[in-house]
T-cell receptor
Framework: KNQVEQSPQSLIILEGKNCTLQ??????????LRWYKQDTGRGPVSLTI?????NTKSNGRYTATLDADTKQSSLHITASQLSDSASYIC????????????FGAGTRLAVHP | EAQVTQNPRYLITVTGKKLTVTCSQN?????MSWYRQDPGLGLRQIYY???????DKGDVPEGYKVSRKEKRNFPLILESPSPNQTSLYFC????????????FGPGTRLLVL
């Protein structure tokens, strides 16, 4: 079964600290992996997208890594800010057919001053 | 400004009363999709459309209908809403069905009594 699992479910860190969010997937065949940020009450916004051949991709203080062999990805946030408080969703694209997206349940991050 | 808009943003209704949630995008995107988001679960696809007059079922289509008469609009219709359709709904669009980033609307929070 095609699934995307994220850990931890929730995380609290202090402003300025770094953190890493995990994503494991069983989707096959795989097309690409995306990380989205979802602020409370808003739609998800894309942070990064990586294909099979890409190991890492950065977007400012966000760095995503991908290990297609072990089917794992991580999102590292550097020097966290209060505005980083949000849910972070890992999304894997299944390449069969029309490029269907399979969503993880998300990690809820709270950054405290 | 490039965006996906949804209306209404909030809706309270009663069981059996037909309703329509509108979705519109101004980016000339071919692909549009509807998702629902429930606590503890990832976004689940309801219906999608690859282009005008081309729609297909996603993972949870029961109780919903869609239409795509124009490229910019993709309304979601609940013919006879039930309490289990209480959820947060998101419309999304992308240039095509391939790997391009999906842009999400702001969401519609629906409560069915």
């Amino acid at each position: 079964k095609n699934q995307v699992e994220q850990s931890p479910q929730s995380l609290i860190i202090l402003e300025g600290k770094n953190c890493t969010l995990q994503c494991n997937y069983t989707v096959s065949p795989f097309s690409n992996l995306r990380w989205y940020k979802q602020d409370t009450g808003r739609g998800p916004v894309s942070l990064t997208i990586m294909t099979f051949s890409e190991n890492t991709k950065s977007n400012g203080r966000y760095t995503a890594t991908l290990d297609a062999d072990t089917k794992q990805s991580s999102l590292h946030i550097t020097a966290s800010q209060l505005s980083d408080s949000a849910s972070y969703i890992c999304v894997v694209s299944h390449s069969g057919g029309y490029n269907k997206l399979i969503f993880g349940a998300g990690t809820r991050l709270a950054v405290h001053p | 400004e490039a965006q996906v808009t949804q209306n209404p943003r909030y809706l309270i209704t009663v069981t059996g009363k037909k309703l329509t949630v509108t979705c519109s995008q101004n980016m000339n995107h071919e692909y549009m999709s509807w998702y629902r988001q429930d606590p503890g679960l990832g976004l689940r696809q309801i219906y999608y459309s690859m282009n005008v007059e081309v729609t297909d079922k996603g993972d949870v289509p029961e109780g919903y209908k869609v239409s795509r008469k124009e490229k910019r609009n993709f309304p979601l219709i609940l013919e006879s809403p039930s309490p289990n359709q209480t959820s947060l709904y998101f419309c999304a669009s992308s240039l095509s069905y391939r790997k391009e980033t999906q842009y999400f609307g702001p969401g519609t929070r629906l409560l069915v009594l």
